[in-house]
């Protein structure tokens, strides 16, 4: 059932959508700021409402990705316009925020996403940007990482139901082909098309931690979104948005994987949000 909130645009959205025709919400002019020198680039979100999780029919779902179901994402919230790079966290380990320096695995440092770091790992990063700016930084929800993702698309992808090399860092080659799959690595943020929010390489190049526990029936169960599912302390926890070791299935918008919090991997970093004020 449709929160009351939202039942009204969803119904009139629910008809556009059986038309074959998708009304985005009023893409964010892109306002890009930063809270201090030494932080990430944040893009302010317009609020508006949208279908989580993906259709039956869609090549590579699955089954976790239903029911369906609207979700009202409020306005205030800005989201980082990369992925958190090796840059950003080295602010952080100078100014003694983050006692932990994680490694690249050698592909580079600078502007390459930060990897190797688990979801553990985020809180310090989240804590010292919160402390310096003043600001509550965060991992986004699953439901807030999705609406961001899609960026008022209804498609597999912010950029149509085919990604395309050309679209994401992601695995296009053969998995017979080893020394092909092997050279995959994550590259510089922002060498990819930003969506219509004008965010970067939301699909591809390394999984992004969000906040929420792991659930496979959390469509069914969870009736508190945009909130994040809550679980033990030791739950898994979900990571969105495909690896440069994937298929383009992995970075479809609606795809989740999931992880120990503890999991250190080469192919997850974060991105950040900025909550808005209470």
């Given amino acids: 059932m449709l929160n009351n909130s939202i039942a009204g645009a969803a119904a009139g959205a629910l008809a556009v959508l ?35 999780g993906s259709p039956v029919q869609e090549p590579g779902r699955g089954e976790d990705e239903g029911p369906q179901h609207w979700v009202a994402i409020p306005d205030g919230l800005a989201a980082g316009r990369f992925e958190v790079t ?120 390394v999984s992004e931690w969000v906040q929420d526990c792991y659930d496979p029936q959390a469509y069914q169960l969870h009736a508190d979104y945009p909130a994040a599912a809550q679980g033990h302390a030791g739950c898994r926890r979900v990571a969105r948005g495909g690896t440069s070791h994937y298929s383009a299935a992995y970075a479809r918008s609606a795809n989740r994987s999931a992880f120990a919090p503890d999991t250190r991997s080469l192919d997850i970093g974060f991105r950040v949000v900025r909550a808005a004020p209470e």
């Fill in 86 to 205: 090796f840059d950003d966290w080295q602010a952080c380990y100078e100014a003694g925020g983050c006692s932990y320096l994680p490694g690249d695995a050698g592909w580079g440092r600078g502007r390459n996403p930060v990897i190797h770091v688990s979801w553990h790992d985020t809180r310090q990063y989240l804590g010292w940007l919160t402390e310096t700016t003043g600001k509550h930084y965060r991992l986004p929800t699953e439901a807030e990482w999705e609406y961001f993702a899609r960026a008022g698309t209804a498609t597999a992808y912010h950029s149509g139901d085919v990604l395309e090399a050309a679209d994401a860092n992601f695995d296009t080659r053969s998995a017979s082909d080893l020394q092909a799959l092997m050279s995959a690595k994550a590259v510089a943020a922002g060498q990819y098309p930003e969506n219509a929010f004008g965010l970067l390489d939301i699909h591809g190049n």
């Fill in 18 to 52: 059986a038309a074959g025709i998708w009304i985005a919400p009023a893409a964010a002019q892109e306002q890009v700021f930063k809270d201090c020198p030494q932080c990430p680039e944040m893009v302010p979100l317009p609020g508006g409402s949208f279908l989580m």
